[in-house]
Every structure is written in structure tokens, then in C-alpha cells.
């Protein structure tokens, strides 16, 4: 239980570390042909290889803060952001706890969606974001989705 509490802490603070940063792509974007689907598309993934390195540490530092390490992974997904978390520390996790895990997540849908709308305010264009997370083979212990 500490576990998950802790892997609750820690995506909290790594998602809220994911919202910051400055508004690079906007600006940018401004500078496209103003508006097409594949200029919104691109925003994001631009959005992400800018950021990546930020994203990333963001995601590792909350996870080592907490006392796990893990490697994380993001891409754009056309408007979405896709986000992978394979936490080192686990292994082998039964039915229980990932039932647990997901149910902990689910009841924690608002803060995902201010989160998004944190991030929507340097990506306009971002729809929307899932975090998958896994375990150290990365078998998926649970999903988070968070808009359309």
C-alpha cells in the first residue's frame, strides 16, 4: 500500500511537472501556416521534442524523490501525448494490487484532467494525454487517460 501511495505522489508531481515550461511551440506554431490540422499535429510532436529532456527528468526525478527509479518515454500520438513509465522497482505485481493501483488512478481522474488543462495552456492543440504504467518487464499495471 505505501507503494502505491508513493507512485500516487509521485505522478502527481511528475504530471505537474509535465504542465510547466514556456510556450515555445505557440510561438512557433504562429509562424506556420496558421491553423491546418497537420500544423496543430505538429505543434505537438515539436511541443515534445523541445521538451523532452524536461518531460523526461521531470518523470524521473518525481519517481527517484520517492524513493524508485524507472525509465519514461513520451511521444505524440496525433493530438495526443503518450506517456510510458516503466518503474524499476516492480516486478511480478499480482491482479490485487494492479486492480488496486487502477482504482487509485481512477479516483484521481480530476487531477489528470487539470493537468491537461495546465499543458493546453502552452500546447492548445493537445487533445489530451495517456500515461501507461508498467512494471520493470513492462507488463501494464495501469492506464490514465485524460481528455478525448
Same mark, same amino acid.
Request: hydrophobic share 35%; glycine share 12%.
Given at each position: 500500500m &505505501? &507503494?502505491?501511495l508513493a507512485l500516487t505522489l509521485a505522478l502527481i508531481l511528475c504530471l505537474s511537472l509535465a504542465a510547466c515550461g514556456g510556450d515555445t511551440a505557440k510561438k512557433e506554431d504562429g509562424k506556420e501556416n496558421g491553423g491546418t490540422a497537420s500544423v496543430e499535429k505538429t505543434s505537438v510532436e515539436k511541443y515534445i521534442e523541445e521538451h523532452e529532456d524536461?518531460?523526461?527528468e521531470?518523470?524521473? $526525478? $518525481?519517481? %527517484?524523490s520517492s524513493g524508485l527509479t524507472c &525509465? $519514461? %518515454?513520451?511521444? @505524440?500520438?496525433?493530438y495526443r501525448m503518450l506517456i510510458d513509465v516503466n518503474i524499476n522497482e516492480l516486478k511480478d505485481v499480482d491482479d490485487a494490487t494492479k486492480t488496486a493501483m487502477q482504482e487509485t488512478y481512477d479516483g484521481m481522474q480530476s487531477t489528470f484532467d487539470e493537468s491537461l488543462a495546465d499543458m493546453q495552456k502552452d500546447i492548445p492543440e493537445l487533445t489530451g494525454y495517456t500515461l501507461y504504467v508498467r512494471d520493470v518487464d513492462g507488463n501494464l499495471? @495501469? %492506464?490514465v487517460k @485524460?481528455?478525448?
Open positions: &505505501k &507503494k502505491i524536461e518531460l523526461l521531470g518523470f524521473n $526525478s $518525481s519517481f %527517484t &525509465k $519514461s %518515454t513520451i511521444k @505524440a500520438d496525433g499495471l @495501469a %492506464t @485524460a481528455g478525448k
